[in-house]
């Protein structure tokens, strides 16, 4: 578990980079919660792919 949070962390900082502005915007949703959706999304995938392999 502690391997797919530290993943899921590599992920969620790819893609908060790339997102940044989008995030910050508000325009989707409050920007606290975006980011932890997709902090979510990140950990659960990279569980995924742990357990694939």
């Given at each position: 578990?502690?391997k797919?949070?530290?993943?899921?962390?590599?992920?969620?900082?790819?893609?908060?980079?790339l997102?940044?502005?989008?995030?910050?915007?508000?325009?989707?949703?409050?920007?606290?919660l975006?980011?932890?959706?997709?902090f979510?999304?990140?950990?659960?995938?990279s569980?995924?792919?742990?357990?694939?392999?």
């Open positions: 578990m502690f797919a949070f530290l993943l899921g962390l590599v992920f969620w900082l790819l893609v908060h980079r997102l940044r502005d989008w995030l910050y915007s508000g325009e989707i949703w409050h920007p606290m975006m980011d932890l959706s997709i979510v999304i990140a950990v659960s995938g569980l995924w792919i742990l357990a694939s392999l």
